[in-house]
């Protein structure tokens, strides 16, 4: 074992199934975190305004790695569903090709990663593609 070794054991994450439906195919019950977003920082008293975290003001780029990559991939298909408000308008704004096509693209990276990722890795790509899939086809329902 390297002396380096022991700093990693700070940093960790924890995955939250958050899937709207369980394995049977019926819908879960709200839990109450289920709400709660753990990217960047809100402020308490705003709606929906985001501030950036303290470490980019001080110009550190943040840690990204595939999961941090997976996430990106899914927010940015949030924003295309409407879910989430885009980051320069603040407004809610739907564009279904362009969540389909970012979905697609999640795939691929499902189909060339398999065999390469560590079991925490493909869990969380094949929750984030299942999820935005369920979601994609709910806003396709709604038009």
């Known amino acids: 074992m390297s002396e380096g070794a022991g700093k990693e054991e700070g940093k960790s994450f924890k995955v939250e199934d958050r899937r709207r439906f369980s394995e049977s195919g019926e819908e879960r019950e709200a839990t109450p975190n289920a709400d709660r977003e753990e990217g960047p920082a809100r402020d308490a ?9 303290e470490s980019r003001e001080s110009g550190a780029v943040p840690e990204i790695n595939f999961s941090t990559f997976v996430i990106s991939l899914s927010t940015q298909v949030l924003v295309h569903l409407g879910e989430v408000p885009n980051p320069v308008s603040g407004r809610a704004e739907r564009d279904l090709s362009v969540a389909k096509q970012m979905i697609d693209i999640l795939g691929i990276l499902r189909e060339k990663t398999k ?21 994609y086809v709910e806003a396709v329902k709604k038009r």
């Open 45 to 53: 008293g705003s709606q929906g305004e985001v501030r950036p975290p």
């Open 115 to 135: 065999g390469n990722l560590d079991q925490g890795e493909d869990k969380l790509l094949e929750d984030a593609l299942y999820d935005l899939r369920i979601r």
